[in-house]
């Protein structure tokens, strides 16, 4: 059964050709992500990225409780973690941008190519994980002084 991950268009992980909704969008983004690195990735670098809004301890538990989520979806091994560092390994799942930058006619954009998705998704990080403080809070406040009352 071959895992599909697409980061063209909606992104989406597609184990065995069904689509699978990850519960957490984090690790969806973790994958894509791990993806184009063209190296193992420090947990500590990978956890700041992600969840930029808490300190060092806390956004390394955030990280370990995405884990999981992630794992379930992909081929056994397709993850290599140890204490310090994540890597995706390309040969257990297929990624349609690895694949496209495999084509010939597309290698000398290659680069180009790896280093406009990091843009991409360091932009999405930015402007998403700095409206989902503003939304906690939404979520988390008590009623009365969301409408206004009890002042």
Do not use: I
């Not at 301890?57 to 560092?85: F, K, M, V, Y």
């Not at 941008?97 to 495999?102: I, K, M, P, R």
């Not at 180009?112 to 998403?128: G, K």
Request: hydrophobic share 45%; net charge positive.
């Amino acid at each position: 059964m071959e895992t599909r991950l697409y980061l063209f268009g909606l992104p989406r992980v597609e184990p065995g050709g069904t689509v699978v909704n990850l519960e957490r969008r984090k690790a969806l983004a973790l994958a894509a992500y791990l993806a184009l690195a063209e190296r193992p990735r420090p947990r500590d670098e990978l956890a700041a990225l992600l969840w930029p809004e808490l300190n060092q301890e806390r956004a390394r538990a955030a990280l370990r409780s995405t884990l999981p989520n992630l794992t379930s979806q992909l081929p056994r091994g397709a993850l290599a973690a140890d204490r310090r560092t994540l890597v995706l390994r390309h040969e257990a799942l297929w990624v349609d941008v690895l694949a496209a930058l495999e084509d010939k006619s597309l290698l000398r954009w290659g680069a180009q190519v790896r280093y406009s998705f990091h843009l991409l998704f360091q932009q999405y990080a930015t402007e998403r994980l700095a409206a989902e403080p503003a939304e906690q809070a939404e979520r988390c406040a008590p009623r009365p002084l969301l409408r206004g009352a009890g002042r």
